[in-house]
């Protein structure tokens, strides 16, 4: 499957320096874990940290969800160095704070493709989640959002940006709206997927859902949380409704009849099917594989066709 | 010394008792009549009221060599059983044995008394001190580990003779009508307590709190009843039950309580009809949750909750997910406040929860029940008994009695505790045979026997993580590494009775 078009629901936060909850990783379903070497971590305690984090990763090799990893900006003392020592233990990608330009981008990927040279893999290998969270970064993120073509999503970081506007985070969230607008559109334009903020009360979990219906209105495919109680919901949201996947299959049926036509177009219940509606159909039936709510076989043969 | 059918080697004669070997959970069979207590008349006008405890110890002609009981439904909170003790010292009484229905940390005060010969044996199972003490060698006093069902099977067989029960009665009247739910010692039900007022050759009321006849409602009639004695104070009510019991909020405990209850509706059992008992723990309190809404979803009416009843089953009883509460023992101030007022929640005694002895249990009634456990191992034994590092710290409570009767028992558990993984290649100590457990739910896998074809099917189906039980330990040491075996002496220190008075375990003295 094409990694850009992975399901990434869900992208939890676990502090590098806390030996408990990284040997819980395996366990929380989580579509991807972002194991945090930034906030989340003192000063004092940045390089035991690393060192954490890369002995769990190379621990961790029976993976059943994509690790990243959440460096320290790279203009920071820190950012170096964390790559240095978490990339030889073979992380999915990294999670990049603070991405207010393209530039910061580009670097990491420079980056990353000498750490893959060195270590012998595929170039590309490594991903990048960038973090949009300032209002300059919101303004650059059209532009970020192209940077590499390591990038597979971007994510919106609310308390950050709210704290770059000087402004309160409020739980109706009118104060985002914009700003999660240009994310998305920026994410779609791209064609990468829009992760949104993380929802930091973990214990109300009525507004949890509340806003992750909101965002997924909006075109937001995945929401960063904090707690790995917040997971269910999440995915709870982003669930597919038994007359979505119906509606998939029937268009997937449809488009299948319409190849062996010689087209790529067909008329469905009078409505048209073509490659955006199968494209559709073929994210709501990949997402109901992921909740195990059906088996279908979704290589790239179905949905594009035989080349 | 010879192997019983789970291999543990158990001696043929200890201290004086024949011990039978565990053979398997059903077959072995009461051969005596139930046992009795004498008769006795009491004309109007005859008081029962005595002034003191130490009358009450006269009256029941208590001798050395005998033995007296307490019930545990005040759990750390009693202070009757420490008071008793010094009292049978002050009066120069020896080698008593005490059967109460359990022992706990607040108990560690009769310690003293153990080492000056006043107590020489205990005939319950011990949480805390004692039993590390006796664990370790430190203190000599012979400790038999029995369950609910088998304290009240030992009692109706005469296989253990109270001499005296010592009631702890909340709430009492001048003849020994009594009850928990009233009065500041409130604990609700007495069920623990109800064996020994049918058996104890004398029953002895002790109350805080002496209300004009009749006390109502009667959980133990005056009829049962020979004295009464009033005392300050029963004990300390913020010990006797919790103000409330609360879920689990560690995300780990809360996926298990998730698979658990996955694993309950995946079996089929959750429709109408459905019982089931948990524990107060808030991994068992999550899946209690868990089931309350998935009842609610599907509009599913229950029949039962049994064994330590708890707010969240009150809950469900008054909102129509059970008919009936069976309450051995309450567990937080909402169960007591509900088997005072609601005809729906009923006090049971022991024995008719779990006495295998007793032509039929409520157990045996049950669908489903969430138990915990210290160690699993690879054949599904439980235990709840001893730590790892090889101390008796615990009774066994319901636990193998709740598992025997159950269609489903589903024990909980974190796959690791500490550095120490869950699931072993043998425990040190089994409580619970594996042949009455039929799934192991951790927050790493759902481990299920292999007689459960469909269950199994069914939980891969739903893309639950089914793990075969041998490559789950296999997966968890890798994690954790194979912790150094305890190493133990050959004096055995207690016996683990399984609920039909077969020794399905003994545990050793540790070397130190």
């Keep these: 499957m094409n990694a850009s078009m992975k399901l990434r629901r869900s992208l939890l936060y676990v502090p590098g320096n806390m030996p408990g909850m990284l040997q819980n990783i395996p366990v929380f379903e989580a579509d991807v874990v972002m194991i945090d070497l930034e906030d989340a971590v003192p000063l004092v305690e940045k390089d035991s940290a690393r060192v954490l984090t890369r002995n769990f990763l190379r621990f961790y090799q029976d993976r059943n969800k994509e690790m990243f990893v959440r460096i320290n900006p790279l203009d920071t003392p820190y950012g170096n160095d964390d790559l240095r020592e978490i990339l030889p233990a073979l992380p999915d990608g990294i999670r990049l704070p603070k991405a207010d330009n393209p530039e910061l981008v580009e670097r990491l990927d420079t980056l990353l493709t000498e750490e893959e040279e060195k270590l012998g893999l595929d ?5 990048i989640i960038p973090s949009i969270e300032s209002a300059r970064g919101v303004l650059n993120c059209v532009e970020t959002a192209r940077a590499s073509s390591r990038l597979v999503a971007l994510a919106f970081g609310a308390e950050d940006y709210t704290a770059s506007m000087e402004i309160d985070r409020t739980r109706s969230g009118e104060e985002l709206f914009s700003a999660r607008n240009r994310v998305v559109w920026a994410a779609k334009a791209a064609g990468v997927q829009a992760i949104d903020s993380i929802f930091s009360d973990v214990n109300d979990m009525d507004a949890l859902r509340a806003e992750t219906m909101l965002v997924k209105r909006l075109g937001f495919t995945g929401k960063s949380l904090v707690n790995p109680r917040q997971i269910e919901i999440i995915h709870d949201v982003f669930r597919p409704t038994a007359e979505e996947i119906q509606h998939a299959l029937e268009v997937m049926e449809a488009i299948k009849r319409a190849r062996q036509m010689g087209t790529g177009v067909i008329s469905m219940k009078g409505k048209m099917v073509d490659a955006p509606v199968v494209a559709r ?17 979704l290589s790239d043969e179905v949905i594009h066709g035989e080349k | 010394m010879a192997k ?3 291999g543990r080697e158990i001696p043929a004669v200890w201290r004086g008792r024949s011990l039978a070997p565990y053979l398997d959970p059903w077959s072995r069979q009461p051969d005596v009549l139930r046992a009795t207590r004498p008769l006795v008349r009491c004309r109007p006008g005859d008081s029962k009221l005595l002034p003191s405890l130490r009358a009450a110890i006269e009256m029941c002609e208590l001798k050395d060599g005998m033995n007296i009981s307490t019930h ?7 202070v009757l059983l420490n008071m008793l003790v010094k009292e049978l010292d002050a009066m120069g009484l020896r080698d008593i044995g005490i059967a109460s229905s359990s022992v706990h940390p607040v108990h560690a005060e009769i310690i003293p008394y153990i080492r000056k010969g006043v107590i020489t044996r205990i005939e319950t199972g011990v949480n805390g001190l004692i039993a590390e003490m006796v664990s370790k060698g430190q203190l000599d006093c012979p400790i038999v580990v029995r369950s609910h069902g088998g304290r009240a099977r030992s009692l109706a067989t005469g296989e253990v003779e109270v001499h005296a029960a010592f009631i702890a009665a909340p709430c009492c009247d001048i003849t020994g009508n009594l009850n928990g739910v009233h009065g500041p010692s409130a604990c609700g039900s007495l069920g623990y ?6 058996y104890a050759r004398k029953v002895v009321a002790v109350t805080d709190n002496l209300v004009p006849f009749p006390a109502a409602p009667i959980s133990i009639g005056q009829s049962e009843v020979d004295y009464v004695v009033k005392i300050d104070s029963l004990g300390d ?39 089931f008992q948990t524990g107060a723990g808030g991994t068992s309190l999550a899946v209690a949750d868990l089931i309350h809404r998935k009842m609610a979803a599907g509009k599913i009416k229950g029949s039962f909750g049994c064994g330590g009843i708890t707010g969240y089953f009150v809950d469900m009883l008054e909102q129509g997910y059970f008919e009936t509460l069976f309450d051995v023992q309450c567990f937080d101030l909402k169960a007591v406040e509900s088997l005072r007022r609601n005809p729906g929640h009923r006090e049971i005694s022991a024995s008719l929860y779990a006495n295998p002895y007793n032509r039929g249990e409520v157990v045996n009634m049950l669908d489903c029940v969430i138990l915990g456990a210290t160690e699993v191992d690879v054949d599904f034994n439980v235990n709840v008994n001893t730590e790892s590092n090889g101390y008796l710290l615990h009774n066994t409570g319901g636990h193998c009695d709740a598992a025997a009767g159950a269609k489903l028992t589903i024990i909980v558990a974190p796959s690791m505790r500490g550095r120490l993984p869950i699931v072993r290649d043998a425990v ?8 009455t457990v039929d799934v192991v739910v951790t927050e790493r896998g759902i481990c299920v026997a292999d007689k459960h074809v469909d269950l199994k099917k069914e939980l891969l189906r739903r893309r639950l993580p089914l793990k075969d039980i041998r490559q789950f330990h296999d997966e968890i040491t890798r994690i954790t590494g194979e912790p150094r075996a305890v190493e133990f002496t050959d004096e055995v220190v207690a016996l683990i009775e399984y609920r039909d008075g077969s020794i399905i375990d003994v545990v050793r003295r540790v070397c130190e």
Excluded at chain 1, 123 to 127: P, Q, R, S
Excluded at chain 2, 193 to 198: Q, V
Excluded at chain 2, 239 to 266: F, G, W
């Design chain 1, 123 to 127: 170039i590309g290998h490594f991903k």
């Design chain 1, 281 to 297: 159909a073929a994210r709501t039936l990949r997402e109901g594989v992921a909740f195990g709510l059906l088996e279908y076989d």
């Design chain 2, 4 to 6: 019983n059918s789970l």
């Design chain 2, 72 to 78: 545990h439904a005040l759990r750390n909170g009693d």
């Design chain 2, 193 to 198: 307590a109800h064996p020994d007022g049918r």
């Design chain 2, 237 to 275: 009510p913020a010990k006797i039950v919790s103000s409330t019991t609360r879920l689990a909020r560690d995300p780990a405990a809360l996926l298990i309580a998730r698979y658990a209850a996955e694993v309950i509706e995946a079996s089929g059992l959750l429709k109408d009809g459905f019982s």
């Design chain 2, 428 to 435: 040190t100590t089994i409580t619970t045979p594996g042949e």
